[in-house]
């Protein structure tokens, strides 16, 4: 089946640094989400990329598509102490599916 | 807003009980699941459904069966839990048609039922 890898598995920065977090999939995706789960929460929708090559921005958070699809990051620009958590990329397999990356976990030092 | 609401925030069972998870959603998804969160696994897919009655294997699904009888309810069931099977348990739902315009197909998350076999 498809496999969604996601590394690194941990970051740690200082506050203001940047960050970045890289989701690759076996397959070709039909789409690619990215969530954000705060400590001690629950994951919480950030985005969802769908055409090859796509960015898309939020704010300090920049997220690409890769051109075949098979790829995704996503950049936080000057992290700040809220960004902390973990997060997730996750891709579908088929229509209803939801396959999702091991996530990074992001801390910061203020 | 949508609420997923999941039945129980701890649990403590013993080797070999049987175990319910319930999971309620509110706002008519066709589509909902079960995940477990494991340190360093991310969210594994247990078991999902889109409609009544209908059930999917995800990539764990042994040592798990689901239940879902009414479209706003999905149940998860361990039939004789195990230490193997200590984790976070999520629920989510979304909308079936996700592809048209006008959603995303994202997930919405419940908070989390965090069980412990002893």
């Known amino acids: 089946g498809q496999q969604v890898m996601q590394i690194p598995q941990y970051q740690h920065v200082q506050e203001g640094e940047d960050f970045t977090t890289y989701c690759n999939s076996s397959?070709?995706?039909?789409?690619i989400q990215w969530y954000k789960q705060r400590p001690g929460g629950h994951p919480v929708f950030l985005i969802q990329?769908?055409?090859?090559?796509e960015v898309k921005k939020q704010k300090r958070l920049t997220f690409q598509f890769g051109e075949a699809k098979k790829n995704s990051s996503l950049h936080i620009t000057a992290t700040q102490t809220t960004d902390v958590g973990t997060y997730f990329c996750?891709?579908?397999?088929?229509?209803?599916?939801?396959?999702f990356g091991q996530g990074t976990r992001l801390t910061i030092n203020p | 807003d949508v609420k997923v609401t999941q039945s129980s925030r701890y649990l403590v069972k013993r080797t070999g009980e049987k175990v319910f998870l319930e999971c309620v959603q509110d706002?008519?998804?066709?589509?909902m699941f079960w995940y477990r969160q494991d340190p360093g696994l991310g969210l594994r897919l247990i078991y999902f459904?889109?409609?009544?009655?209908?059930?999917e294997k995800g990539d764990i699904p042994e040592g798990y069966s689901v239940s879902r009888e009414k479209k706003e309810r999905f149940s998860l069931i361990l039939e004789s839990a195990s230490t193997n099977q200590t984790s976070m348990y999520l629920c989510?739902?979304?909308?079936?048609?996700?592809?048209?315009?006008?959603?995303?197909?994202?997930?919405?998350f419940g908070e989390g039922s965090r069980l412990t076999v002893l």
């Open positions: 990329l769908v055409k090859s090559g």
């Open positions: 706002m008519d998804h066709e589509n």
């Open positions: 397959t070709t995706l039909s789409n």
């Open positions: 459904s889109y409609d009544v009655k209908m059930k």
């Open positions: 996750a891709g579908h397999q088929g229509a209803q599916k939801l396959v």
């Open positions: 989510a739902s979304s909308l079936r048609y996700w592809r048209l315009e006008s959603n995303t197909g994202e997930l919405f």
